[in-house]
């Protein structure tokens, strides 16, 4: 008790250090691509809490911004997302918190059923996907948010990629491709607008679309690409929260030289050892005593060091390089999750980390090629903007690359089917390698006594 009341105290005083603005008048904590990420989420909302202590009397707001939800969590399949829809109830309770629909919202439900439920948390969703049935929307397009003197208009924008829904709500789902959506909605809904928010869950391809279609000083926050990073535009900030509650996107209000609005954007670690909301925790803990079985326990492997995702996720893709015996793997970041505990790893912590089995496939390029697709790989905070766009690869390659050879390279059956999205032009001819597994090929690097 006496290190967790140490640990509360110097957070604090950490959050009392951020780069806020000397005079803030509001603080948006946005967060996207949570995934049912359990380890942090009752420390997500303790963090919300440290937040308001640190700034009394500060207007606070919440807004995830899609994917809240994790179908491949098998407690949170199990448990139809109880801890979820906790989650939501917990932040409503703290700060007036908005929900803008992504495609992995209706995974225990259906989307109208999923928006009733999150509702009746006290939480508001926001969404422009229409019910395919009725022709009306599932949630308003835009919601008013009082943020002190002032009043925000929130927007919210989902991808239009159907494949990416869950096969059983797709008949229901009337997705606009995001573009032209804005182009015909937002001058509607953003004019005038005295704060004007973006939620997108439509990628950064679809973003850079919408991107010009904004009034200037527009807060604009993304999702569904699980990339971290803050870039302006004028006096607009785009921003994306990175993925599994292991950061907070603070968006600070103040105002410029001139009085006008201004947003400063700043990322903040959660920590698992951070200070948790007593009641969502007590949630988790009986949910995970309800639904643990005995093969999520099991151990499958055992790690050096706790990897954090990016981080494991470099680590799954060079045991994959080995366990195919090619000179280089590739694998879409979102085939990651979860990071990786130091020590024993359970069946359900590796689930976690590695969202996604498929077979394996493999080509040849040659070395022009691969060092291309190197450069391209492995994005952090730090890319610059103009490489970001959209999904991309984690890789393991070689060090030193020959342009004049012929390199063999790996992927995942998604990688290889999506060949143009992860790979482009000219399209690589893929053969698939029998009996390879992504799952069971990284695993053996994980294995105890390894």
Not at 67 to 84: L, M, P
Not at 225 to 253: C, I, K, M
Request: net charge neutral; hydrophobic share 45%.
């Amino acid at each position: 008790m006496q290190f967790r009341a140490a640990l509360a105290v110097l957070l604090l005083l950490a959050i009392r250090a951020v780069a806020a603005p000397a005079r803030p008048e509001a603080l948006v904590v946005v967060l996207g691509d949570q995934h049912s990420a359990y380890e942090r989420t009752a420390q997500v909302v303790g963090l919300v809490d440290q937040l308001k202590a640190a700034h009394p009397g500060l207007p606070v707001a919440v807004i995830l911004d899609g994917d809240t939800q994790e179908y491949g969590n098998a407690i949170a399949k199990r448990s139809g997302g109880t801890i979820d829809f906790a989650m939501y109830a917990a932040l409503a309770r703290c700060a007036p918190t908005i929900v803008n629909l992504g495609n992995h919202e209706p995974e225990f439900y259906d989307l109208a059923e999923t928006v009733r439920r999150i509702e009746a948390t006290g939480a508001k969703v926001v969404s422009n996907i229409t019910n395919r049935a009725t022709g009306q929307p599932f949630a308003p397009a835009s919601l008013k948010l009082p943020l002190g003197t002032m009043e925000a208009t929130v927007v919210g924008v989902s991808t239009d990629k159907l494949d990416n829904y869950r096969v059983a709500v797709r008949p229901s789902l009337d997705l606009a491709p995001p573009a032209a959506w804005a182009k015909a909605n937002f001058p509607a809904l953003l004019a005038g607008a005295a704060l004007p928010i973006v939620a997108s869950h439509a990628g950064i391809v679809a973003d850079r679309e919408m991107l010009p279609l904004v009034p200037d000083g527009t807060l604009f926050a993304g999702a569904h690409d699980h990339q971290r990073f803050v870039e302006p535009f004028g006096r607009t900030v785009y921003f994306h929260s990175g993925s599994w509650n292991s950061q907070l996107s603070l968006a600070w209000l103040d105002r410029d030289e001139q009085g006008r609005p201004r947003w400063t954007v700043e990322q903040v670690a959660v920590p698992l050892a951070g200070p948790a909301d007593p009641e969502l925790q007590a949630v988790i803990a009986q949910v995970m005593r309800e639904q643990l079985t005995d093969a999520d326990r099991v151990v499958v492997g055992r790690t050096a060091a706790a990897l954090a995702p990016a981080e494991a996720a470099r680590f799954m893709v060079a045991a994959l390089r080995t366990a195919a015996g090619v000179d280089a793997a590739f694998v879409g970041n979102t085939t990651f999750g979860a990071g990786l505990p130091a020590g024993e790893v359970t069946r359900l912590q590796f689930d976690a980390c590695v969202r996604f089995d498929g077979k394996i496939f493999v080509t040849e390029v040659d070395g022009a090629r691969l060092k291309e697709l190197l450069a391209a790989a492995n994005l952090t905070p730090e890319t610059p903007f103009a490489r970001r766009k959209g999904e991309f690869n984690y890789a393991a390659g070689p060090d030193d690359v020959d342009p004049a050879r012929t390199y063999r390279i790996a992927t995942t059956d998604w990688g290889a089917r999506n060949t143009a999205r992860y790979f482009g032009p000219p399209a690589l001819e893929w053969r698939e390698v029998p009996g390879l597994m992504l799952k069971p090929g990284v695993l053996a690097t994980l294995a105890p006594g390894k």
